[in-house]
């Protein structure tokens, strides 16, 4: 019971943050958008660019570091034993 909560709750949680992080994103584009100088602008679209790797990347962390701490199994290792 306590996993298949976790789950939902990490679906959830997963859910939220992508589409937040593309709300995000979109807002950040018609700000992008909206710059005159073509310097300011190219700027604007090289940080849109590093924002979006980081909110998707991290989102994507974040859904792998907790589907491992769910559904991994904690069993512990033999002295001696083979790692893999």
Known sequence: MKMVLASVFTTILIVAMTLGAMFILVEATDYVTSVVSP??????????????????????????????????????????????
């Not at 924002?51 to 001696?80: M, S, Y």
């Open 39 to 84: 310097l300011q602008r190219a700027v604007a679209i090289i940080a849109e660019l590093v924002l979006g790797v980081v909110l998707l990347l991290g989102t994507v962390w974040l859904a792998t570091h907790l589907a491992v701490r769910i559904f991994g199994k904690n069993e512990p290792v033999a002295p001696g034993g083979k790692l893999a």
